[in-house]
């Protein structure tokens, strides 16, 4: 069964950093495509980053520039660097594990890290 454990959340002001990570246990990392995904309150749960397994990045524009998502194979961790945040950032932080077999893809994901951004 594969676990999905996010860490890095917090409080912090508006302009500053965050670096988010996700450790994944329970499939073979390096096959996995993974994304952070964030939900604000009232309202649906969306994209932020992707990352395939074979590199190729992708990102709402929102955080294009601002945002990095990155993998490191070896440790079986996916990390999101935050940078500029602003306050419409603020919302609750997924990490997604896609999966895939012969019958299919499987989707996993973790519980969530708030990130509030406020002065």
């Known amino acids: 069964q594969v676990q999905v454990v996010e860490s890095g959340g917090g409080l912090v002001q508006p302009g500053g950093s965050l670096r988010l990570s996700c450790e994944v246990s329970g499939t073979i990392f390096s096959l996995s495509a993974l994304g952070w995904y964030r939900q604000a309150p009232g309202l649906e749960r969306e994209m932020v980053a992707t990352i395939s397994s074979g590199g190729v990045l992708g990102y709402t524009d929102s955080v294009k520039g601002r945002f990095t998502i990155s993998r490191d194979n070896a440790k079986s961790l996916v990390y999101l660097q935050m940078d500029s945040l602003k306050p419409e950032d603020t919302a609750v932080y997924y990490c997604?594990?896609?999966?895939?077999?012969?019958?299919?893809?499987?989707?996993?994901w973790g519980q969530g890290t708030q990130v509030t951004v406020s002065s």
């Open positions: 997604k594990v896609t999966t895939f077999s012969l019958t299919g893809s499987q989707h996993s």
